[in-house]
Antibody, heavy 120, light 108 residues
Framework: QVQLQESGPGLVKPSGTLSLTCAVS?????????WSWVRQPPGKGLEWIGE???????NYNPSLKSRVTISVDESKNQFSLRLTSVAAADTAVYYC?????????????WGQGAPVTVAS | EIVLTQSPGTLSLSPGERATLSCRAS???????IAWYQQKPGQAPRLLIY???SRATGIPDRFSGSGSGTDFTLTINRLEPEDFAVFYC?????????FGGGTKVEIK
Protein backbone atom coordinates (compact mmCIF):
# COMPACT_ATOMS: atom_id res chain seq x y z
CA GLN A 1 0.00 0.00 0.00
CA VAL A 2 1.01 3.62 -0.38
CA GLN A 3 3.45 4.97 2.19
CA LEU A 4 4.51 8.55 2.78
CA GLN A 5 7.75 9.82 4.30
CA GLU A 6 8.51 13.43 5.17
CA SER A 7 12.05 14.79 5.20
CA GLY A 8 13.73 18.13 5.74
CA PRO A 9 15.52 20.32 8.29
CA GLY A 10 14.24 20.07 11.84
CA LEU A 11 15.37 23.58 12.77
CA VAL A 12 14.63 26.80 10.88
CA LYS A 13 15.61 30.34 11.88
CA PRO A 14 12.95 33.02 12.36
CA SER A 15 12.15 34.88 9.13
CA GLY A 16 13.65 31.98 7.20
CA THR A 17 12.03 29.45 4.88
CA LEU A 18 10.78 26.02 5.91
CA SER A 19 11.17 23.36 3.21
CA LEU A 20 9.93 19.79 3.46
CA THR A 21 9.57 16.94 1.00
CA CYS A 22 7.17 14.02 1.05
CA ALA A 23 8.32 10.88 -0.74
CA VAL A 24 5.53 8.58 -1.95
CA SER A 25 6.23 4.86 -2.22
CA UNK A 26 4.11 1.83 -3.03
CA UNK A 27 2.10 3.72 -5.62
CA UNK A 28 2.17 6.55 -8.13
CA UNK A 29 1.14 10.12 -7.47
CA UNK A 30 -0.66 10.07 -10.81
CA UNK A 31 -4.37 9.52 -10.68
CA UNK A 32 -7.24 11.30 -9.05
CA UNK A 33 -5.84 11.52 -5.52
CA UNK A 34 -4.86 14.88 -4.13
CA TRP A 35 -1.93 15.20 -1.73
CA SER A 36 -1.88 17.46 1.30
CA TRP A 37 0.21 19.01 4.03
CA VAL A 38 -1.22 19.23 7.57
CA ARG A 39 0.54 20.57 10.63
CA GLN A 40 0.14 20.21 14.39
CA PRO A 41 1.76 22.61 16.88
CA PRO A 42 3.00 20.99 20.09
CA GLY A 43 0.08 19.95 22.28
CA LYS A 44 -2.46 21.44 19.89
CA GLY A 45 -4.85 20.43 17.12
CA LEU A 46 -4.51 19.93 13.38
CA GLU A 47 -4.36 22.59 10.67
CA TRP A 48 -4.64 21.96 6.94
CA ILE A 49 -2.02 23.84 4.93
CA GLY A 50 -2.84 22.99 1.34
CA GLU A 51 -3.07 20.32 -1.35
CA UNK A 52 -1.75 19.47 -4.77
CA UNK A 53 -2.67 17.20 -7.67
CA UNK A 54 -0.01 15.42 -9.73
CA UNK A 55 -0.64 17.96 -12.52
CA UNK A 56 0.44 20.79 -10.24
CA UNK A 57 -2.97 22.21 -9.46
CA UNK A 58 -3.09 23.51 -5.91
CA ASN A 59 -5.47 24.73 -3.22
CA TYR A 60 -4.26 26.54 -0.12
CA ASN A 61 -5.63 27.49 3.27
CA PRO A 62 -6.27 31.25 3.03
CA SER A 63 -4.70 31.72 6.47
CA LEU A 64 -1.31 30.64 5.07
CA LYS A 65 -1.72 31.25 1.35
CA SER A 66 0.57 34.28 1.16
CA ARG A 67 3.49 32.28 2.56
CA VAL A 68 2.95 28.77 1.18
CA THR A 69 3.99 27.01 -1.99
CA ILE A 70 3.31 23.32 -2.62
CA SER A 71 4.97 21.75 -5.64
CA VAL A 72 5.23 18.28 -7.17
CA ASP A 73 8.01 16.31 -8.86
CA GLU A 74 6.33 13.47 -10.72
CA SER A 75 9.63 12.00 -11.87
CA LYS A 76 10.64 11.48 -8.24
CA ASN A 77 7.13 10.67 -7.04
CA GLN A 78 7.29 13.31 -4.36
CA PHE A 79 5.81 16.64 -3.42
CA SER A 80 7.15 19.51 -1.39
CA LEU A 81 6.15 22.28 1.00
CA ARG A 82 7.75 25.70 1.19
CA LEU A 83 6.71 28.12 3.94
CA THR A 84 8.36 31.55 3.99
CA SER A 85 8.86 34.17 6.70
CA VAL A 86 8.50 31.62 9.48
CA ALA A 87 8.01 32.54 13.13
CA ALA A 88 7.80 30.63 16.39
CA ALA A 89 4.09 30.02 15.74
CA ASP A 90 5.10 27.83 12.78
CA THR A 91 6.80 25.34 15.11
CA ALA A 92 4.88 22.10 14.59
CA VAL A 93 4.93 18.54 13.39
CA TYR A 94 4.30 18.66 9.65
CA TYR A 95 2.46 15.73 8.09
CA CYS A 96 1.98 14.87 4.45
CA UNK A 97 -1.12 12.89 3.57
CA UNK A 98 -2.97 11.33 0.67
CA UNK A 99 -6.57 12.36 0.33
CA UNK A 100 -9.53 10.15 -0.33
CA UNK A 101 -12.39 11.28 -2.51
CA UNK A 102 -11.61 14.14 -4.85
CA UNK A 103 -9.99 17.48 -4.12
CA UNK A 104 -10.61 18.95 -0.68
CA UNK A 105 -11.12 15.50 0.79
CA UNK A 106 -10.37 13.48 3.88
CA UNK A 107 -6.94 12.14 4.77
CA UNK A 108 -6.75 8.40 4.24
CA UNK A 109 -2.99 7.86 4.49
CA TRP A 110 -0.50 9.84 6.57
CA GLY A 111 3.25 10.11 6.83
CA GLN A 112 4.85 9.70 10.22
CA GLY A 113 5.39 13.45 10.57
CA ALA A 114 8.40 15.75 10.57
CA PRO A 115 8.96 17.93 13.64
CA VAL A 116 10.11 21.45 12.77
CA THR A 117 11.23 24.02 15.31
CA VAL A 118 11.57 27.70 14.48
CA ALA A 119 14.28 29.17 16.70
CA SER A 120 17.48 31.13 16.44
CA GLU B 1 -14.67 28.90 7.25
CA ILE B 2 -16.56 26.15 9.07
CA VAL B 3 -15.61 25.94 12.75
CA LEU B 4 -15.94 22.51 14.36
CA THR B 5 -16.51 22.29 18.12
CA GLN B 6 -15.89 18.93 19.77
CA SER B 7 -17.27 17.92 23.13
CA PRO B 8 -16.50 16.92 25.72
CA GLY B 9 -12.87 17.93 25.88
CA THR B 10 -12.05 14.84 27.92
CA LEU B 11 -14.01 11.65 28.44
CA SER B 12 -13.00 9.36 31.30
CA LEU B 13 -14.27 5.82 30.78
CA SER B 14 -13.42 2.23 31.63
CA PRO B 15 -12.66 -0.54 29.14
CA GLY B 16 -15.89 -2.15 27.99
CA GLU B 17 -17.91 1.07 28.24
CA ARG B 18 -19.36 3.06 25.36
CA ALA B 19 -17.88 6.40 24.27
CA THR B 20 -20.02 9.04 22.59
CA LEU B 21 -18.12 11.96 21.04
CA SER B 22 -19.79 15.03 19.57
CA CYS B 23 -18.72 17.31 16.73
CA ARG B 24 -20.81 20.41 16.05
CA ALA B 25 -20.28 22.59 12.97
CA SER B 26 -20.81 26.35 12.79
CA UNK B 27 -22.79 25.83 9.58
CA UNK B 28 -24.22 22.89 7.72
CA UNK B 29 -21.59 20.53 6.30
CA UNK B 30 -22.27 19.77 2.65
CA UNK B 31 -23.07 16.13 1.86
CA UNK B 32 -22.23 15.19 5.49
CA UNK B 33 -18.58 15.34 4.53
CA ILE B 34 -17.25 14.63 8.03
CA ALA B 35 -14.28 12.42 8.85
CA TRP B 36 -13.06 11.16 12.21
CA TYR B 37 -9.47 10.36 13.19
CA GLN B 38 -7.77 8.70 16.14
CA GLN B 39 -4.37 9.94 17.28
CA LYS B 40 -2.14 8.29 19.86
CA PRO B 41 0.86 10.07 21.44
CA GLY B 42 3.78 10.42 19.05
CA GLN B 43 1.81 9.01 16.13
CA ALA B 44 0.11 10.40 13.06
CA PRO B 45 -3.68 10.51 13.02
CA ARG B 46 -5.47 7.44 11.67
CA LEU B 47 -8.62 7.68 9.58
CA LEU B 48 -11.59 5.96 11.23
CA ILE B 49 -14.71 7.29 9.51
CA TYR B 50 -15.44 9.29 6.36
CA UNK B 51 -18.69 10.51 4.88
CA UNK B 52 -20.00 10.76 8.45
CA UNK B 53 -20.70 7.02 8.72
CA SER B 54 -18.43 4.95 6.43
CA ARG B 55 -15.69 3.02 8.20
CA ALA B 56 -12.22 3.19 6.70
CA THR B 57 -10.44 0.01 5.67
CA GLY B 58 -9.51 -2.19 8.61
CA ILE B 59 -11.44 -0.21 11.23
CA PRO B 60 -13.33 -2.46 13.70
CA ASP B 61 -17.10 -2.29 13.68
CA ARG B 62 -17.19 -1.06 17.29
CA PHE B 63 -16.46 2.35 15.74
CA SER B 64 -19.48 4.02 14.16
CA GLY B 65 -20.34 7.48 12.96
CA SER B 66 -23.63 9.26 12.48
CA GLY B 67 -25.16 12.67 11.96
CA SER B 68 -26.01 15.26 9.36
CA GLY B 69 -26.27 19.00 8.94
CA THR B 70 -24.36 20.51 11.85
CA ASP B 71 -24.34 17.68 14.41
CA PHE B 72 -22.19 14.58 14.14
CA THR B 73 -21.32 11.77 16.53
CA LEU B 74 -18.61 9.16 16.83
CA THR B 75 -19.57 6.17 18.96
CA ILE B 76 -17.13 3.57 20.22
CA ASN B 77 -18.87 0.50 21.61
CA ARG B 78 -17.13 -1.65 24.20
CA LEU B 79 -13.92 0.34 24.56
CA GLU B 80 -10.76 -1.72 24.16
CA PRO B 81 -7.49 -0.73 25.90
CA GLU B 82 -6.00 0.32 22.55
CA ASP B 83 -8.87 2.75 21.86
CA PHE B 84 -7.80 5.33 24.42
CA ALA B 85 -6.48 8.31 22.47
CA VAL B 86 -7.42 11.72 21.12
CA PHE B 87 -10.13 11.87 18.44
CA TYR B 88 -10.58 14.63 15.87
CA CYS B 89 -13.38 15.40 13.47
CA UNK B 90 -12.71 17.10 10.14
CA UNK B 91 -15.03 18.63 7.59
CA UNK B 92 -14.34 18.47 3.87
CA UNK B 93 -17.56 19.95 2.60
CA UNK B 94 -16.00 23.33 1.93
CA UNK B 95 -12.67 25.07 1.77
CA UNK B 96 -10.64 25.51 3.85
CA UNK B 97 -10.61 22.03 5.32
CA UNK B 98 -10.93 22.33 9.09
CA PHE B 99 -10.58 20.15 12.15
CA GLY B 100 -12.21 20.17 15.55
CA GLY B 101 -10.15 20.75 18.66
CA GLY B 102 -10.22 17.10 19.68
CA THR B 103 -11.68 14.91 22.42
CA LYS B 104 -9.38 12.92 24.65
CA VAL B 105 -10.72 9.54 25.73
CA GLU B 106 -8.82 8.49 28.82
CA ILE B 107 -8.92 5.47 31.08
CA LYS B 108 -10.96 6.07 34.21
Amino acid sequence: QVQLQESGPGLVKPSGTLSLTCAVSGGSMRGSNWWSWVRQPPGKGLEWIGEILHSGKTNYNPSLKSRVTISVDESKNQFSLRLTSVAAADTAVYYCAREGGSQLGYFETWGQGAPVTVAS
Amino acid sequence: EIVLTQSPGTLSLSPGERATLSCRASQSVAKSYIAWYQQKPGQAPRLLIYGASSRATGIPDRFSGSGSGTDFTLTINRLEPEDFAVFYCQQYGSSPLTFGGGTKVEIK
